[in-house]
């Protein structure tokens, strides 16, 4: 039997929760209003400007929590890409999450968000201008110092925004050691590493597979896996009379 809630006169956002080594993401799939904005980064600065108690309302408790992590679905500029991504978090917006990505690359396919899904992989290569939206410290990774190439993981943990603690591995972490360990001449060219949550001990594994530039800078690509799982589908309500109805932190 599904459940139908009462009627009420509060605006209703649907979500799909999922987890990606532990570390959540709620990605949200209807409720939103139209995010202004002819590309990504101009849909984040709308979002932040206009929308920004719609986040509290899904991100802070009672609906979430400290640590939660969302997604919203947005059109992509890019023409090659079947979609467009904004990440939230307890404090505002991020620009790349890892993590989120994996979830999403199964739910991509799973909700046939993806106009032809090719096994084993997915998802168009993500990649952004150079921007002063992006000129930011975004967190810190605090690891074990196991930079040199070794069979058995190495760990790592995230702290991000206000604090916030990363379950996972942490995608763009993992990304950023990949690059750093290659460039260092501690890992080759599609050498895979595993990478352990310092929190919930579940693993990532990376390697740099193509070497490119970034504006002047040497870079690499690099392949992050993990795996994602479902925790639920959701409905939440924002009911006028509430006086919590924006959400809140405990800290």
């Known amino acids: 039997m599904e459940l139908q809630l009462p009627p009420h006169e509060g605006i209703e956002l649907s979500v799909v929760d999922m987890h990606t080594g ?7 799939v209807a409720g939103y209003p139209e995010v202004m904005g002819d590309c990504v980064l101009s849909k984040r600065r709308y979002a932040r400007e206009h929308l920004d108690h719609l986040r509290r309302v899904l991100m802070h408790e009672p609906r979430g929590h400290y640590d939660m ?11 090659e890409a079947d979609l467009g991504v904004l990440f939230m978090h307890n404090e505002g917006y991020s620009t790349m999450c890892g993590h989120a990505v994996i979830a999403l690359g199964r739910f991509a396919v799973d909700y046939k968000l993806v106009k032809e ?9 993500l990649h952004h ?21 070794s069979p058995e993981p190495t760990a790592n943990i995230c ?10 591995p942490t995608g763009s ?3 950023a050691r990949v690059a750093l360990q ?14 352990q949550s310092g929190a919930t001990g579940s693993q990532f594994t990376g390697k740099a597979v193509e070497e490119t530039r970034c504006g002047d800078f040497r870079a690499v690509v690099v392949e992050v896996a993990g795996r994602a799982f479902y925790t639920g589908v959701s409905r939440f309500v924002q009911e ?10 405990l800290k």
């Open 182 to 195: 290659h460039h260092k001449g501690l890992i080759q060219l599609n050498q895979t590493r595993t990478f």
């Open 173 to 175: 972490g993992v990304t």
């Open 117 to 125: 899904p090719r096994s084993p992989e997915t998802q168009v290569k």
């Open 240 to 249: 006028p009379e509430d006086q919590l109805a924006h959400g809140f932190l």
């Open 69 to 79: 992590y969302g997604a919203l679905i947005v059109d992509s500029e890019m023409p």
């Open 159 to 168: 702290v991000f925004a206000e604090a916030q603690v990363d379950r996972s």
């Open 129 to 149: 201008p150079v921007s002063d939206d992006l000129a930011f410290l975004y967190g810190t990774i605090l690891t074990d110092g196991r930079d040199e190439f």
């Open 22 to 28: 532990g570390e959540p993401l709620r990605i949200i």
